[in-house]
């Protein structure tokens, strides 16, 4: 059975970082975009980010873009959010989800996320 | 990229049919057949119940359908079940990125 496990949420204070895993288990990460969602409390989904298979290609929502850097380690089935000068924005439950499979260099586009692990809450308060 | 437009509510009795839309522009659901909804209950996680505009993944029941015309897609949920009672997202992708609609509770009367 495909688990996601994220792990690294908090309680942080506003303009400082916080580094998000991942655990993904019993599928073959190595082939598999994934990918970053975000819901603040009571409200609805954002996607966050992106990154193929390989690390190669990495995508970022426009909130996102200079403060967040997606990362992966295939060795280690983990996902990674870094995520820098947070704020009170930023306060949310961020869900892992499994991508699409990706072969002969290229990933398919379409958000077939079938898979997504129970989140982890990052509050920005001070 | 905007959040798509979807209606706050919609509600149904058991065994009916209802629709939940959902709208962007040319640069993202008018743009590509890359269109998935999820379902979420409340303290859950989002569930995909359609991709690519009109497929099902396996396990999810036929009640559950998907169109598009030009900006705007829908979702179709025929014989209303009280399981279905649930928030309901669309998702698009907008070249390079995603971009959710604004969520529709569906309520089962």
């Known amino acids: 059975q495909v688990q996601l496990v994220e792990s690294g949420g908090g309680v942080v204070q506003p303009g400082t970082s916080l580094r998000l895993s991942c655990a993904a288990s019993?599928?073959?990460?190595?082939?598999?975009?994934m990918h970053w969602v975000r819901q603040a409390p009571g409200k609805g989904l954002e996607w966050v980010a992106g990154i193929w298979n390989d690390g190669t290609h990495k995508n970022y929502a426009d909130s996102a873009k200079g403060r967040f850097a997606v990362s992966r380690d295939n060795s280690k089935n983990t996902l990674y959010l870094e995520m820098n000068s947070l704020g009170a924005e930023d306060t949310a439950l961020y869900y892992c989800a499994r991508g699409t499979y990706c072969s002969d260099g290229s990933c398919y586009s379409g958000a077939y996320w079938n898979y997504w692990g129970q989140g982890t809450l990052v509050t920005v308060s001070s | 990229h905007s959040a798509l437009t979807q209606p706050r509510s919609v509600s149904g009795s058991p065994g009916q049919s209802v629709t939940v839309s959902c709208t962007g522009t040319?640069?993202?659901?008018?743009?590509?057949?890359?269109v998935s909804w999820f379902q979420q209950h409340p303290g859950k996680a989002p569930k995909l119940m359609i991709y690519d505009v009109t497929k099902r993944p396996a396990g999810v029941p036929d009640r559950f359908s998907g169109s598009k015309s030009g900006n705007t897609t829908s979702l179709t949920i025929s014989g209303l079940q009280p399981d279905d009672e649930a928030d309901y997202y669309c998702c698009s992708y907008a070249g390079k990125s995603y971009v959710f609609g604004t969520g529709t509770k569906v309520t089962v009367l």
């Open positions: 019993e599928f073959t990460f190595s082939t598999y975009a």
């Open positions: 040319s640069s993202d659901v008018g743009g590509y057949n890359f």
